[in-house]
């Protein structure tokens, strides 16, 4: 990995809690026979309240994807207020839509974020036909971060290969 990806914040992969509104965990923290949308969040500092959700958004986001079932991270760079781009070598360029949640949430597992972060929103693709291409025909897809891909965001604990749900 490039030497300034400890510095970002990550894309990660999560889902809300089933039982408490206002609150994600990562999948393999559900229960196995959960059944809900997971979503790529969008994570940052609180303290900027719904009306200032741009403020707390980054220019640039790291971002894990498998392309031919090999890990690997890549830059999200902030194209404008609520769009993202991630240009990626030999497939093309895939757009996002920053949107924010209806109010602040907190991640409540047991893998903590950055001290003060909150959920901020979530990414939409701009164009999900490209995304269905790019599985299909090159054996690329966005994953995210989750401490189930067995790679750690910085300062925080490394993620076990083998960890299960209680």
Not at 4 to 27: C, K, N, Q, T
Not at 56 to 82: I, M, N, Q
Not at 109 to 134: I, K, Q, T
Request: hydrophobic share 35%; charged share 20%.
């Amino acid at each position: 990995m490039a030497e300034d990806y400890h510095l970002m914040r990550h894309i990660h992969y999560m889902a809300r809690h089933p039982d408490r509104p206002g609150e994600f965990l990562y999948p393999n923290e559900l229960s196995y026979d959960y059944q809900g949308y997971g979503a790529f969040c969008l994570t940052g500092p609180g303290g900027y309240g719904l009306g200032s959700f741009y403020y707390g958004l980054d220019d640039v986001y790291l971002f894990y994807t498998v392309r031919e079932e090999e890990l690997s991270p890549v830059k999200l760079y902030r194209a404008g207020l609520t769009t993202y781009v991630a240009p990626i070598q030999g497939i093309g360029q895939f757009h996002f839509r920053a949107k924010r949640l209806h109010r602040l949430a907190l991640y409540t597992g047991n893998f903590p974020l950055h001290p003060g972060e909150l959920v901020l929103g979530y990414l939409v693709p701009l164009d999900p036909r490209s995304h269905e291409v790019a599985v299909l025909e090159r054996k690329f897809y966005f994953a995210g971060y989750s401490p189930k891909i067995g790679v750690s965001p910085p300062d925080m604990p490394k993620a076990p290969t083998d960890w299960s749900p209680s």
